[in-house]
């Protein structure tokens, strides 16, 4: 299926269009199967990918919405819904080129062999935050629920204050798998590619917060016709595979 969505890629865009470099800012959260799916894009098509990472919001210098800000080049963008709706009444994403293309899950993990916890119920999370002598979370979408809502929704807001820390520029499950906290929570699919890492599984869903990752086309791309191709074929139906292999739910159109 991936085969022939490809060779059609290919058919509809002949050598004529000429091959083109794509800048892509991309965050944490579609990391994992765009990686996997850009190659066959480049094959396909003869565009080539330039790939920029950073977080969908948050102070970090590296923080999409900043480096637009600063005025860095890019063509495509993919990132929390919100945070690309945020882009593009502001002017740095193309109106109306916002395409839905996944939905992701928070996730806990602890160091390889260190002592697990059951986080599959609210007592069994509430039980690990509290046991947990230190907690690491994300600065990104993930990181804004964990400290904004979910911490003082489980009554737990003053003890997480004086042992979690928001971790800025680099995956949680890295800090973790250093043994630099005992707990770590981020979006699924940015867990599961960390090695050292034990995956305990996504929060409970009655305290789940989804948040769907969107790609657009920049405002001051200079391929917006190749850009376009990349977001249907991410968003096309045999990316599927690599989407759930990311621990991510595709969204079906």
């Given at each position: 299926?991936?085969?022939?969505?490809?060779?059609?890629?290919?058919?509809?865009?002949?050598?004529?269009?000429?091959?083109?470099?794509?800048?892509?800012?991309?965050?944490?959260?579609?990391?994992?199967?765009?990686?996997?799916?850009?190659?066959?894009?480049?094959?396909?098509?003869?565009?080539?990918?330039?790939?920029?990472?950073?977080?969908?919001?948050?102070?970090?210098?590296?923080?999409?919405?900043?480096?637009?800000?600063?005025?860095?080049?890019?063509?495509?963008?993919?990132?929390?819904?919100?945070?690309?709706?945020?882009?593009?009444?502001?002017?740095?994403?193309?109106?109306?080129?916002?395409?839905?293309?996944?939905?992701?899950?928070?996730?806990?993990?602890?160091?390889?062999?260190?002592?697990?916890w059951d986080i599959a119920t609210e007592?069994?999370?509430?039980?690990?935050?509290?046991?947990?002598?230190?907690?690491?979370?994300?600065?990104?979408?993930?990181?804004?629920?964990?400290?904004?809502?979910?911490?003082?929704?489980?009554?737990?807001?003053?003890?997480?204050?004086?042992?979690?820390?928001?971790?800025?520029?680099?995956?949680?499950?890295?800090?973790?798998?250093?043994?630099?906290?005992?707990?770590?929570?981020?979006?699924?699919?940015?867990?599961?590619?960390?090695?050292?890492?034990?995956?305990?599984?996504?929060?409970?869903?009655?305290?789940?917060?989804?948040?769907?990752?969107?790609?657009?086309?920049?405002?001051?791309?200079?391929?917006?016709?190749?850009?376009?191709?990349?977001?249907?074929?991410l968003a096309g139906p045999e990316a599927?595979?690599?989407?759930?292999?990311?621990?991510?739910?595709?969204?079906?159109?």
């Open positions: 299926m991936l085969r022939r969505a490809l060779l059609l890629l290919a058919l509809l865009l002949p050598a004529a269009a000429g091959a083109a470099e794509l800048v892509v800012m991309t965050s944490g959260g579609f990391n994992a199967p765009y990686q996997a799916l850009a190659p066959a894009f480049e094959r396909a098509t003869g565009h080539r990918l330039v790939t920029v990472q950073g977080a969908s919001m948050g102070a970090a210098p590296d923080a999409i919405p900043n480096r637009l800000g600063r005025g860095e080049a890019a063509d495509v963008v993919i990132l929390a819904r919100e945070a690309l709706d945020a882009l593009a009444a502001a002017g740095h994403v193309r109106p109306g080129s916002r395409t839905d293309l996944v939905e992701s899950r928070i996730g806990a993990a602890v160091r390889a062999g260190a002592p697990r007592e069994g999370l509430r039980r690990a935050l509290e046991e947990a002598p230190s907690v690491a979370y994300s600065a990104s979408a993930s990181g804004e629920y964990l400290s904004r809502e979910l911490f003082a929704r489980l009554g737990l807001a003053e003890l997480m204050a004086s042992k979690a820390r928001r971790i800025y520029s680099e995956r949680v499950g890295s800090v973790v798998a250093r043994g630099e906290a005992a707990l770590g929570f981020q979006q699924v699919s940015e867990l599961l590619p960390i090695a050292g890492l034990d995956f305990l599984g996504p929060i409970p869903e009655p305290l789940q917060r989804v948040t769907t990752f969107s790609a657009g086309i920049a405002a001051r791309s200079t391929e917006p016709e190749a850009a376009a191709a990349l977001l249907a074929f599927h595979a690599a989407i759930r292999a990311a621990g991510l739910d595709p969204i079906d159109r």
